[in-house]
């Protein structure tokens, strides 16, 4: 992980190919399984692959209620490369006062017969940054990107 100023950054290499990736990231079903940490429940509410399009996830902890997790707006689509959303607006663009601000560019490239998996994650000020990184975002991140990897191992 680095910080610079109001980013923060992850990558891991993923042992699957790109396109494996990137169905386990679009495909509901698969999103669903690595999305948040276990032993932490990911419900998929909206998640319309298109700029604009609407990006909504609930969590449940210990069998709970499904309570808010993620709402958004992708900003980006470049299929099987690139992800870009943000938590600053909702679906069709409408702004939105979310718990945290972030914009994510989420990015995939070959790497052999891998894939290496990258998230830039931008804030709208330091401040901002230090927090999502003092309530742990390289253990969060990093743990989803490991569930990720794990999950495509099974679907490649």
Request: hydrophobic share 40%; net charge negative; proline share 6%.
């Amino acid at each position: 992980m680095t910080i610079d100023n109001s980013e923060l950054t992850i990558s891991r290499i993923i042992q699957a190919p790109r396109s494996v990736v990137w169905s386990a990231w679009t495909r509901k079903e698969h999103f669903e399984k690595w999305w948040i940490p276990e032993p932490i429940k990911c419900k998929v509410i909206k998640m319309d692959m298109k700029p604009g399009g609407g990006f909504e996830t609930l969590m449940s902890e210990n069998g709970g209620e499904f309570k808010p997790h993620v709402e958004g707006c992708f900003l980006e689509i470049v299929p099987e490369t690139r992800i870009v959303f943000t938590t600053v607006l909702t679906e069709n663009w409408k702004p939105f006062d979310p718990w945290l601000a972030l914009t994510a560019i989420v990015t995939m490239e070959d790497k052999g017969d891998a894939t290496k998996y990258s998230a830039r994650v931008l804030h709208k000020n330091p401040e901002d940054s230090r927090k999502h990184r003092d309530m742990g975002f390289e253990e969060g991140w990093g743990t989803t990107i490991d569930q990720l990897g794990k999950l495509v191992a099974t679907l490649a």
